[in-house]
Structure formats: structure tokens, C-alpha cells
């Protein structure tokens, strides 16, 4: 009953790991590819292995969760090399955040002229590199960007948004996205240079940054709500949306498919409870289904009432 197509791929359940959470590694890669979500995505790289920001730089807290991970990635070859070389059985998520309108063609280049047939994500949002603004609060480069990329790139390419808290931008950035040939649009990233701090030792919780990182989980669920309403009423019906942020249970799910959502992405959530969560998430949103009367998620996506 949570058969899902997406990208002309049929997915088993519409949930999957939101980049950055158990994919670094082709171990944890290989863990997601066998547990039971629909698809999966490799951590977002960069044309050369990165290590990343100083430690402490992921915290889980009681709501939610900080980060400010600095892109630690093994680099573009790597995860190339595994994504060509896995046995399709699952939809498979490339992941790409280059540091520079330069880098990210050169990848999409890459990947272009490579063997790879899932769908690439072109992540415009990573909050967390000291010195390096979030791309998609920058609209003017946004468009200039996507016009270079679809001017030679012919595969399945979606983009990975921060959230936007005003009207204007949702309108500013639909427009700008209308434009191009998408396969969809991810939304939510973290909530980007939040500060968590420890009252008793008097200091913040993750080192880099001064303590500032982007914000996840259930405190960041109202937002990813309402940037995945925003642009699903927005968007052309081609470009599908993948809702992320604050997924936790059954009812997270439903509620950001009834907002539009077409695949669901968890992060957080993931981190703190490893892969079986697939099995629970599909569970419980299969028992709402059934307690509603719905056979097939087609039903209701989308169709969030006003009052
Ligand atoms: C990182 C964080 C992000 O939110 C993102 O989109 C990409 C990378 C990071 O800090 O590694």
C-alpha cells in the first residue's frame, strides 16, 4: 500500500535517509540498500575528499538535533565508483555540494558522461562551511547556476533547498524553479546556524562555528511543513517534492505527504535510531492508512484542507 513512483522508478514505501545521515561510508551505504527503506542517498561530496569541521560537531538534543559537520565527504570517486557498481535493486540518490558554481558542473560533467542511472541531488543549502553562504538564499546565483547546469545536463536532477520563512521567497523561488526541467525539489534542509548552548557549563554544544549549526527534528517539523505546502502549491506538477525535516513517526510522514510530499527523508531521526527505522516507519504509516480507509497514498497526497 506504500508503493510510490518517483523519477519512472517504482520505490517499495517512500522513505529513505536524508544526506548526511548513514552514508558516508559504502558500509553504512550498504546497510541502507538493505534495510527496508524505498531508496537511499550518499552523502553529499565534493570533487575531493573533505574532512570536515573539528569534534563535537553533531549533537543530539531532546527535540531535535545540531550540526555542523563542515562537509566531510570521501570525495566524488568514491561514491561514484559505488553507485556504478551496485546491483540495481533499490533507487539510489547521488549526492553532490560542490564549493563552487565551478566544482558542481564538473561533477554534474561527470556524472553526465558516467554509467549512473539513479537520480543526482544538487544540494544548494549546506549552512555549515565556515565562510561559505547557503547558495539557495542567493537567488540571482541560483538561476545562473541551474541555467549552466540544464544547458548540458540531460539525467533525473533534483535540488536540496533551506528552509524560507516569507512569501516573497517562496514566490522568488518557484518562479526561478518553474523554469527548469526538475525531477523535484527537496525541502527542507537543516535549519541553518541555530545556537544551542549548555547552561550549566555556560558554553555551546558543537565547536565549530562558535556553536552555530543547523537544526533538525521535531523542532524544525512546522517549517519543513510549510515550505513543502509553499512549494507543492507552487511548483509545476512535473517537479515532484521530497519533504524533509522533522520526520519521527507514522503521523510526520502522512502529514508531509498530505503537504504535498512525493518521498520522505529522515535524518535525524535516523541517526539516533539506525536503519530498523525503516520497518517502524512503514508500519505506522501503513496502520494510519488503514484506520483512514486508504489503499494507496495517491489518496490523499496533496490534499491538505483549509479550514
Ligand atoms: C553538511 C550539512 C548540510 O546541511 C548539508 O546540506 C551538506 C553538508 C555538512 O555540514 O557536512
Do not use: W
Request: charge should be negative.
Amino acid at each position: 500500500m506504500l508503493k510510490t513512483v518517483f523519477a519512472n522508478h517504482e520505490l517499495e514505501n517512500p522513505f529513505m535517509n536524508a544526506s548526511g545521515v548513514h552514508c558516508m561510508t559504502t558500509e553504512e551505504l550498504n546497510e541502507l540498500y538493505h534495510s527496508s527503506a524505498g531508496a537511499f542517498i550518499t552523502k553529499s561530496c565534493t570533487p575531493l575528499q573533505r574532512t570536515g569541521n573539528p569534534e563535537p560537531r553533531y549533537i543530539d538534543l531532546p527535540n531535535g538535533s545540531i550540526n555542523s559537520m563542515g562537509l566531510p565527504n570521501k570525495g566524488f570517486d568514491y561514491y561514484l565508483d559505488y553507485v556504478t557498481h551496485t546491483p540495481y535493486r533499490k533507487l539510489c540518490f547521488f549526492s553532490i555540494s560542490g564549493m563552487s558554481a565551478a566544482e558542481n558542473l564538473d561533477m554534474l560533467r561527470r556524472l553526465e558522461t558516467s554509467s549512473f542511472d539513479g537520480v543526482t541531488e544538487l544540494n544548494l543549502s549546506c549552512p555549515n562551511v565556515p565562510g561559505k553562504p547557503q547558495l539557495a538564499y542567493d537567488f540571482e546565483q541560483t538561476e545562473r547556476l541551474l541555467t549552466q547546469v540544464f544547458d548540458f545536463y540531460r539525467k533525473p536532477l533534483g535540488v536540496k533547498l533551506p528552509p524560507y520563512f516569507d512569501f516573497a521567497h517562496f514566490d522568488q523561488m518557484a518562479d526561478i524553479l518553474n523554469q527548469f526541467p526538475l525531477t523535484y525539489v527537496n525541502t527542507i534542509n537543516s535549519v541553518g546556524n541555530g545556537l544551542v548552548i549548555d547552561p550549566d557549563l555556560e558554553q555551546v554544544v558543537i565547536k565549530p562555528k562558535n556553536g552555530f549549526g543547523g537544526l533538525g527534528g521535531p523542532l524544525i517539523k512546522a517549517t519543513a511543513l510549510a515550505n513543502v505546502r509553499a512549494f507543492a502549491t507552487r511548483l509545476n506538477s512535473e517537479i515532484k517534492i521530497i519533504g524533509t525535516g522533522g520526520i519521527t513517526n507514522g503521523q510526520d510522514a502522512f502529514e508531509h505527504l498530505l503537504c504535498g510530499a512525493s518521498v520522505l527523508q529522515v535524518g535525524t531521526q535516523l541517526h539516533k535510531e539506525g536503519p530498523t527505522i525503516f520497518d517502524r516507519l512503514a508500519r505506522e504509516l501503513s496502520d494510519i492508512m488503514k484506520k483512514k480507509g486508504y489503499a494507496a497514498i495517491d489518496e490523499f497526497r496533496g490534499k491538505l484542507k483549509d479550514l
